[in-house]
């Protein structure tokens, strides 16, 4: 019966083939492009997860506190950022990757707790409906990622809620392991593996499952604490990943920063003040591509800089003049 009824799911599942775009986040691109998506133009948008509602919906319902993500897409839930189905943004947007803390916390079910991101492979079946769309993406030969992480990593192979459920959501998967400093790794679907442990019925090697693909998963499960993380790249098993992740915004830093500067700076709303200037100056504002918007002088008349004009996201302060060398990073709501 179960084997019927996972054969009726898999055949009402989209098919679709296409080129899985490598994503690098210092790209600063919001959305995965994964070449499988479909109508609905729901696919590769980053979204997280976590123990409470798989464990409180398809394990029991057991109570537990449950654990949580914390990245700076926490902003989206402010009344004036208004972010919709897209909160990771300017996670993307600030840490060119998907970064944050991972606060995992103990609770009454005997697994370990655990949080993570993934984004959908083809997306919604429909644009009002929870069910995932599958498709084929056998073509990539696996997986590749770029990252950092204090714990580790489990990337899941996601089938979509109907079947993922009936294995308890032991999914195929290969571990990255926690590493301190940039690495990468790369998997053929062969090296997807359910958990040693699991005893259920329902079986699935990568392979099999990268046939019929909803999602991406990025899961992190150990005992309770806090780990942070960063995934900065993921695409398919071609070696385009990078081997280090790319951080531009302090690469720029780093260039223009010479020696310390007295100047410090405040944002109020939207609106920048600066302390320290005793000449004048000259203060640059650039986006996240390194395009000036805002370029002004600055001194004892004028230490203020109106950004309302700004559209939300992060930028890089960029102050120079005699003896005066500051480059600072800010977060426009």
């Known amino acids: 019966m179960k084997k019927i009824m996972l054969a009726a799911l898999c055949a009402a599942s989209a098919i679709y083939a296409g080129t899985f775009e490598t994503w690098i986040g210092a790209d600063y691109a919001t959305r995965v492009e994964t070449g499988?998506?479909?109508?609905?133009?729901?696919?590769?948008?980053?979204?997280?997860?976590?123990?409470?509602?798989?464990?409180?919906?398809?394990?029991?319902?057991?109570?537990?506190?449950?654990?949580?993500?914390?990245?700076?897409?926490?902003?989206?839930?402010?009344?004036?950022?208004?972010?919709?189905?897209?909160?990771?943004?300017?996670?993307?947007?600030?840490?060119?990757?998907?970064?944050?803390?991972?606060?995992?916390?103990?609770?009454?079910?005997?697994?370990?707790?655990?949080?993570?991101?993934?984004?959908?492979?083809?997306?919604?079946?429909?644009?009002?409906?929870?069910?995932?769309?599958?498709?084929?993406?056998?073509?990539?030969?696996?997986?590749?990622?770029?990252?950092?992480s204090e714990a580790d990593i489990y990337l899941e192979l996601g089938l979509g809620n109907a079947i993922d459920s009936t294995m308890n959501y032991a999914l195929p998967a290969v571990k990255l392991p926690a590493s301190k400093t940039d690495n990468r790794v790369i998997a053929s679907w062969s090296d997807f593996k359910q958990p040693s442990g699991y005893e259920g019925s329902v079986k699935f090697d990568g392979e099999t499952a990268a046939k019929q693909l909803a999602s991406i998963k990025f899961k992190i499960q150990a005992d309770s604490g806090d780990y942070d993380f960063n995934i900065c790249a993921v695409g398919p098993k071609d070696g385009t990943c990078p081997e280090k992740c790319i951080l531009p915004w302090l690469e720029q830093e780093n260039k223009i920063a010479r020696g310390v500067s007295a100047i410090k700076t405040n944002l109020n709303g939207r609106t920048l003040g600066f302390t320290g200037i005793k000449s004048t100056a000259t203060v640059e504002v650039m986006n996240s591509l390194g395009q000036v918007v805002i370029k002004r002088a600055i001194g004892n008349s004028a230490q203020t800089l109106n950004l309302a004009a700004l559209k939300a996201g992060v930028y890089l302060i960029h102050v120079v003049g005699k003896s005066t060398n500051l480059v600072r990073k800010i977060l426009l709501k």
């Not at 590769?44 to 976590?50: E, P, Q, R, S, T």
């Not at 409470?52 to 989206?76: D, H």
């Not at 916390?105 to 769309?133: C, H, M, W, Y």
């Open 36 to 148: 499988l998506g479909n109508e609905t133009d729901t696919y590769g948008i980053w979204y997280d997860f976590n123990d409470y509602y798989e464990i409180e919906t398809y394990m029991g319902g057991k109570s537990r506190p449950g654990s949580w993500l914390y990245t700076v897409s926490e902003a989206c839930y402010e009344p004036e950022y208004e972010c919709v189905d897209y909160y990771f943004d300017p996670v993307v947007e600030y840490c060119a990757a998907i970064c944050g803390t991972a606060h995992l916390r103990e609770g009454a079910p005997t697994t370990q707790p655990f949080v993570g991101v993934a984004f959908n492979v083809v997306g919604k079946v429909s644009k009002d409906s929870p069910i995932l769309a599958t498709g084929d993406a056998s073509a990539w030969g696996g997986l590749c990622v770029t990252y950092s």
